[in-house]
Nanobody
Framework: QVLLVESGGGLVQAGGSLRLSCAAS????????MAWFRQAPGKEREFVAA????????YYADSAKGRFTISRDNAKNTVYLQMNSLKPEDTAVYYC????????????????WGQGTQVTVSS
């Protein structure tokens, strides 16, 4: 079992930045691929970014490329999402997720989920 706890969300003006954190406990964190997803009101959950167990491979949704950076610190059992140049359309609940295999973009293929953290970007 893996417990994931997100933090770092909040209210920010358009153009601002936030860094989300996801702390993991339980099974060996360094063996898991990690990802961030988001869900806006009335919309389906969508993939944002993912990182391999080693941190050597990352993958981003088109909406995140050039603005968001995913990283991890296996010594701290934590994955991060640095979000810059935020836009109102980035407003959503952000979730981190883990799976014990290669990174993928489909939410249904992730085994463990955090409770989410709200990000609100005002215009």
């Amino acid at each position: 079992q893996v417990l994931l706890v997100e933090s770092g969300g909040g209210l920010v003006q358009a153009g601002g930045s936030l860094r989300l954190s996801c702390a993991a406990s339980g099974r060996t964190f360094s063996s898991f691929a990690m990802a961030w997803f988001r869900q806006a009101p009335g919309k389906e959950r969508e993939f944002v970014a993912a990182i391999s167990w080693s941190g050597g491979t990352t993958y981003y949704a088109d909406s995140a490329k050039g603005r968001f950076t995913i990283s991890r610190d296996n010594a701290k059992n934590t994955v991060y999402l640095q979000m810059n140049s935020l836009k109102p359309e980035d407003t959503a609940v952000y979730y981190c997720a883990a799976r014990g295999r290669t990174i993928v973009t489909a939410s249904s293929l992730y085994d463990y989920w955090g409770q989410g953290t709200q990000v609100t970007v005002s215009s």
